[in-house]
């Protein structure tokens, strides 16, 4: 891997520098391992995600950071220098969106847990077509031998070729021009085609790496855990403290805001998706045994049906009140099929 390739007035940098660059990433993406663990396994989520803060300039997790800090101290830079800043954003080797790093993140244990596995895909699959599809778009090569620096040659980054032609000899501007075409125009491309990635396409990613796509959303009348105040982020679930953890039934959906009844202390609770563990079958249903359940799934199917749902809570009053008890039998008797129903006039 030629990671000396980063110039510096044309002078390869140091080891210690390129070693301060990959620590860098390392310490940053403890932060991102976080905000990801929070996020939903949802393609659309995770794109919002990179979108937003991986390649976001104005955020403290952003990928390009660090390459940028270190160029922008130059005082000032040659062509080669500034080609070479493009290199250590796009290469798949030694740029920030290959292996040096957000290869470091995809590489971390956490990662590449079972519980990270979806989410982990997802990200490498969005950065990877993104990267190659902007290497194609800039005519960035990715072979070192191809990398003509010569600014007449339109065969690797014309486009900035285009610019350090126009800005002579001066290489103050030259490095102020570099800083900005990557500011706005190559980093503004790079989050276009992430908003372009089409769900579909990642979803088929997944599949094809055998990896299950696990739902994204709740909908009412799910039972969830999810967590309280007292629960510990640092710790696993099973080690929370007593309380750290409750569970209860979706009530209501909107946005990334879901209000949940707690039964056992009767009353509905707002909460984000991100502190939404995960659905569960429920203590009331657990308690119900199979008709309980049975119940759930025929209610599950036509639970988008608001005429039918409003006949089911007619039903369950009528039969909840003691002065139906003898009508009620009459109508389960019906239902299975032991008596026949009056005749239609």
Known sequence: MNIKKFSDFGEPVNEEIIKGIIDFFKGMWNKAIQELEKAANDPNKIKDYVANNTFNLKDDTNVFSEQLKTFEKLPQANDQACLDLIMNILDPKVGCLGEQGIGVLLN?????????????????????????QMIKTVKYQITPAARKIDL????????????????GTDEAKKKESTLNYVRTDLVPKLINLVKAVKEEDIKKSLTDAGIKITAADYEVGDMVKYKTKKYNPAKDEDKQLKGAIAQGEVRKVEGDQVTIFNDK???EIKKPKTEIIGKT?????????????KAAEALGKIKGDEEKMGDVVKFAGFLSDPANAEKAKQVRQIISGQA??????
């Not at 956490?110 to 699959?125: A, C, P, S, V, Y």
């Not at 007449?152 to 800005?167: F, N, R």
């Open 108 to 132: 971390d244990k956490r990662m590449r847990g079972e519980e990270m596995q979806q989410k982990r895909k997802m990200l490498e699959f969005i950065i990877t077509t993104v990267r190659s």
């Open 152 to 167: 007449k040659d339109q065969t690797y980054l014309p486009d900035l070729k285009k610019i350090l032609t126009a800005d």
């Open 265 to 267: 202390i009767k009353t």
């Open 281 to 293: 079958e429920g203590q009331a249903q657990k308690e119900g045994g199979d008709n309980a359940k």
């Open 340 to 345: 026949q129903a009056p005749a239609q006039a």
